[in-house]
């Protein structure tokens, strides 16, 4: 089963072996050609590809119209690697056994660089952790941020690099090794001033030289680390930190939503006996009773009363819901979700309608006992009079 938590881990335990075993084949499989490959490394070869192709196979199975794995990207990815793998292991062998090449004309090398690609699984297993998942994507949206403060530390680099070049004219030998040009200038003010590499030791160079050049270039020096290595650094991890933690908030709402997917909406598709995307009063009350369903909306800290509350008022309005509207509702739901206008316009609508409802009962009960008092105080044949 696609979904099988022991079936998705067993994979992933498989491919972290194999990237262990791409790297133990690197060092100790020295074979020049196919039939010079130990046994071992034969047989790793055909169990992993065996292991692959059962897990390529099972998820296309699993897909209720076949047609979709085409629009699954992780499920190219992994055939193609999969086709890779194949060639490598079965067809090439079978090809130089029926076409009896020499074993020189068949050179591993080219072969070896085919099972780089394997590496590529490692991405299933950054996919199944968050944490991995959120810094990938951290990074890839901090791009411009980063790219912007890496041009300001050029851009101050080469400004105190012209700098200090104008400085550091006609001075000793050493000084020159380091300073002589503008392009020097800004790798040591880069290497010793922005990676703080040893900066004492041209600092003291600097003050060594004694002479009012020398001490003001040793300033400047001093200036770029503070600007450079404290400032622009800091204020690059400062905007690091503040885009992961969007991205963390965004993360944690897709976790949600896919768990609430994963679960509570397979649910409703299947008590939808009819198929039509609607939810009845009967098919939503049979998700929230499942056992299943209220563990997961405890995990994710969703209001399960007030759920209940909420769908008494939307049914009052109407016999069916579309799912949509429900999987937003869930969402909403959450404790640990910020309050927003349109949640506190909803609430205020749920408490009107539980007033309006229990004061139709409330008249309604009082209705019957007038009734019944009613027929007490005048019996049959008597007729109440009507008050002026």
């Known amino acids: 089963h696609m979904g099988s938590e022991g079936f998705l881990n067993g994979i992933l335990a498989v491919v972290v072996v194999n990237s262990a075993y ?36 099972v998820r296309f199975m699993a897909f209720r119209y076949k047609r979709d794995c085409l629009l699954n990207a992780w499920f190219k990815f992994d055939t193609v690697l999969l086709l890779l793998m194949q060639m490598e292991t079965w067809l090439f062998p079978v090809v130089y056994l029926l076409t009896g090449l020499q074993s020189n004309v068949v050179p591993t090398a080219p072969l070896r660089l085919l099972r780089l690609l394997r590496l590529g699984r490692l991405a299933r297993l950054v996919r199944s952790l968050p944490e991995l998942v959120t810094m990938i994507k951290g990074m890839r949206l901090a791009a411009r941020a980063v790219l912007s403060c890496l041009l300001m530390l050029v851009l101050t680099d080469y400004a105190f690099a012209v700098l200090l070049q104008s400085m550091l004219k006609n001075q000793s030998e050493e000084i020159e090794i380091h300073f002589g ?28 030289a004694g002479n009012p050049q020398s001490v003001m270039a040793l300033l400047t020096f001093v200036a770029f680390i503070l600007l450079a290595a404290m400032a622009i650094m800091n204020m690059l991890i400062g905007v690091l930190c503040e885009v992961m933690t969007s991205v963390a908030k965004l993360e944690q709402e897709d976790a949600t939503q896919q768990a609430l997917k994963n679960t509570v909406l ?9 198929n039509n995307l609607l939810v009845s009063k009967s098919e939503l009350e049979s998700t929230l009773s499942d056992k299943r369903t209220v563990k997961m909306f405890d995990t994710l800290n969703i209001d399960l009363g007030y ?15 579309p ?3 429900i999987m937003e509702l869930f969402v909403r739901c959450r404790s640990d979700v910020p309050s927003t206008h349109k949640a506190m316009v909803e609430a205020l609508a749920l408490t009107r309608w539980q007033l309006g409802s229990q004061l139709e009962h409330a008249k309604s009960k009082l209705d019957k006992q007038i009734q019944s008092l009613e027929r007490r105080l005048f019996p049959r044949g008597q007729r109440r009079k009507k008050l002026p």
């Open 266 to 274: 397979k649910k409703l598709q299947k008590f939808d006996h009819d």
């Open 323 to 325: 799912v949509e509207n």
């Open 307 to 321: 759920i209940w509350d909420v769908q008494r008022m939307l049914f009052s309005y109407g016999s069916e819901i």
């Open 181 to 208: 040009t503008v392009p020097l200038c800004m790798w040591t003010l880069i290497i010793a001033g922005t990676f703080l590499d040893n900066p004492g030791d041209k600092l003291q160079m600097l003050r060594d």
């Open 22 to 57: 791409i790297g133990v084949n690197a060092d100790y499989n020295h074979a020049s050609s196919i039939t010079e490959v130990h046994p071992f490394f034969l047989v790793s070869d055909n169990f992993f590809c065996v292991i692959f192709t059962i897990d390529v196979l």
